[in-house]
């Protein structure tokens, strides 16, 4: 692996496990047995190796927020898109640990996260539109609006809060979370089908 990869290996894991303004350059050089120097010849500190991260982030959902739009999905499909985001979402947690501090020392990361966000929220309301076109779900669209809402921010900071109660962040738990949240605007079989799931995904 090359160092600068090894470099960015290094800092997320490090950025997850103990909160990115808790780790300074020099943490992450002597992790790796290099120079600081040599760290600084990649990454000028720590915020351009924030922002590659974050790019990184945003390349690997970038295909779960851009899905065919002739797609056929059923149900257990739509929890399988879920689960695949959480799982991106704990894989760089450290971005939404503290989410508005970060981003307020870095604009950049700041329009980033933003535009990242329209897209999930685009991406969540065109699938419930598809749930309710396949008659699924029963919602107004105020409703469904708000339930997007619900769904962003559970998603962005359900992780968070478990770490903040003292619990080991569940990804489960977060999919579990989401499914509940969906299933009151579901028509009575879709509803059963997706509480069944929610309750396999909790017990998993």
Same mark, same amino acid.
């Given at each position: ?5 090894r470099?960015?290996e ?14 300074s350059t020099?943490?992450?050089? =002597? ?30 959902m ?6 065919p %739009? ?9 929890w ?5 985001i ?14 508005? =501090? ?5 604009p950049?990361? %700041?329009r ?5 966000? =329209? ?5 969540? %309301? ?16 105020l409703?469904?609006g +708000? ?6 921010l ?7 809060? +478990?770490?903040?109660?003292? =619990?080991?962040g569940?990804?489960?738990l977060?999919v ?10 579901l028509?009575?079989?879709?509803r ?6 929610a ?6």
């Amino acid at each position: 692996m090359k160092t600068r990869d090894r470099i960015l290996e290094c800092a997320l894991s490090l950025f997850n496990q103990e909160g990115e303004p808790n780790v300074s350059t020099l943490q992450i050089a =002597n992790e790796l047995g290099i120079s600081p120097g040599n760290l600084y010849y990649h990454f000028h500190g720590k915020e351009p190796l924030v922002l590659e991260l974050f790019e990184r982030f945003q390349a690997e959902m970038a295909p779960l927020l851009n899905p065919p %739009a002739d797609a056929q999905l059923d149900v257990e499909d739509y929890w399988l898109f879920l689960n695949l985001i959480v799982e991106r979402l704990a894989l760089f947690r450290f971005l939404f640990q503290d989410l508005s =501090n970060l981003a307020g020392r870095l604009p950049k990361l %700041a329009r980033g996260i933003r535009h990242w966000l =329209n897209a999930l929220k685009r991406t969540l %309301a065109e699938l419930l539109a598809g749930l309710k076109a396949q008659g699924q779900l029963e919602s107004d669209t105020l409703a469904l609006g +708000q339930l997007v809402e619900q769904i962003s921010l559970t998603l962005l900071f359900s992780l968070d809060y +478990q770490r903040i109660l003292g =619990n080991r962040g569940e990804n489960r738990l977060v999919v579990y979370q989401v499914m509940m949240l969906v299933a009151p605007h579901l028509v009575d079989g879709a509803r059963h089908t997706a509480e069944q799931l929610a309750q396999r995904y909790l017990k998993a």
